[in-house]
């Protein structure tokens, strides 16, 4: 798997916002084994929705961290060659929301 964008950018250049990301992601993928445990195991709708609820938070702020990242690249260094444009990282923001 590369770190990359659909565009080809790099997901993250910086190290602790990647790591960030990662971790994330992780405590994301935990929660959903979580769910489906949970449906297995036929729990209480209750408790699948806050599970649901917390996996989905967890990939929501994934998301923004990617684009707040990529944002303040722009925003460093807007003429470099490999920085999302303005325009797409505001249909990628919005697609988050």
């Known amino acids: 798997m590369t770190d ?3 565009t080809g950018d790099p997901l993250v250049h910086d190290p602790e916002a990647k790591r960030k990301v990662v971790n994330r992601l992780k405590r994301a993928q935990g929660q959903l084994a979580a ?15 806050q599970q649901l609820s ?14 707040s990242t990529a ?9 470099a060659d490999d920085v999302t444009s303005p325009a797409e990282l505001e249909k990628l923001f919005l697609s988050l929301a």
């Open 4 to 6: 990359t964008l659909v």
């Open 35 to 49: 769910v489906i445990t949970a449906v297995e195991d036929d729990a209480h709708c209750r408790d699948v929705v």
């Open 54 to 67: 917390a996996v989905s938070k967890a990939l929501d702020r994934a998301g923004f961290l990617v684009i």
């Open 71 to 79: 944002l303040r690249e722009c925003l460093t260094d807007p003429d």
